[in-house]
């Protein structure tokens, strides 16, 4: 839920950004710290532990459908994240008051992309919340196995 916030307090940064141009706040500087300091660290602890507590835990990395679905949609979330560092550092890069097609494409971008992650992040949660029935094929050879050792 914090790389929720997060990424929700970093897609109000880029609207601004992207509706007061190059002549508004300079809120891309905001953005990159946001982003180096708490996002990426965030995004990357979230898969870390994610993963750790999917092997330890009786939920098994890749023996429930939603589990691999979460697991995919955070991967996800950090390569596109990793992707757009670049632009979002050449935002922040920028003296106040630059414009130009490529840095309103960049701004257009930091608005698109990070809604799209904060959509997929909330479908993670929902997921973990929910926790929808299913097993992969992994996942009942397992249960089939162990009920085989039980008899």
Do not use: C
């Not at 508004?24 to 979230?46: E, F, Q």
């Not at 670049?86 to 106040?96: S, T």
């Not at 309103?104 to 971008?109: D, E, I, K």
């Amino acid at each position: 839920m914090g790389l929720v916030g997060a990424v929700a307090a970093f897609l109000a940064l880029a609207i601004v950004g992207l509706t007061t141009g190059a002549g508004g706040p300079p809120v891309y500087p905001a953005m990159d710290l946001l982003t180096g300091y708490l996002i990426v660290p965030m995004a990357l602890m979230s898969l870390a532990i994610g993963t750790f507590q999917s092997l330890v835990t009786p939920w098994g990395l890749i023996r429930h459908y939603w589990v691999v679905a979460k697991l995919i949609l955070t991967i996800a979330v950090v390569v596109v994240l990793w992707m757009q560092t670049g632009n979002i550092r050449m935002l922040a890069m920028q003296p106040v008051g630059a414009d130009g097609p490529e840095l309103a494409a960049a701004r257009a971008s930091m608005v698109l992309h990070a809604g799209g992650g904060l959509l997929v992040l909330l479908g993670a949660v929902i997921l973990s919340v929910y926790k929808p029935r299913g097993l992969t094929r992994y996942g009942w050879n397992r249960r089939a196995s162990a009920g085989a050792e039980e008899a």
